[in-house]
């Protein structure tokens, strides 16, 4: 059973969108297939907001996803906007899918 929205994932890659940042805990497995979702279809740089980024890095490299940036909770927003802003600033390296 797929937690994703299909009009929220509809929108990411429907909408000018420069990077998604996608929360891992809601709703529970959401954000892990909407990576998923995303990287079949795109190459839109994607940054995880987890209390277990640890945890869920391993769970990511074990399925064969990869997210571009992984940011620990609780965080403060200058802290979220400077590795948003190294994101973009990175040249694309990843092909669209």
Do not use: C
């Amino acid at each position: 059973m797929s937690y994703v929205s299909d009009e929220a994932l509809q929108t990411l890659l429907d909408e000018p969108t420069d990077l998604a940042l996608i929360d891992r805990t809601n709703p529970p497995s959401g954000g892990i297939e909407l990576l998923r979702q995303l990287r079949e279809r795109t190459n839109m740089p994607v940054v995880f907001l987890s209390p277990w980024s640890e945890s869920l890095q391993d769970e990511l490299a074990g399925s064969g996803l990869e997210a571009d940036d992984y940011i620990d909770v609780p965080f403060s927003n200058a802290h979220v906007r400077s590795r948003i802003k190294a994101i973009l600033a990175r040249p694309p390296t990843r092909a669209t899918g």
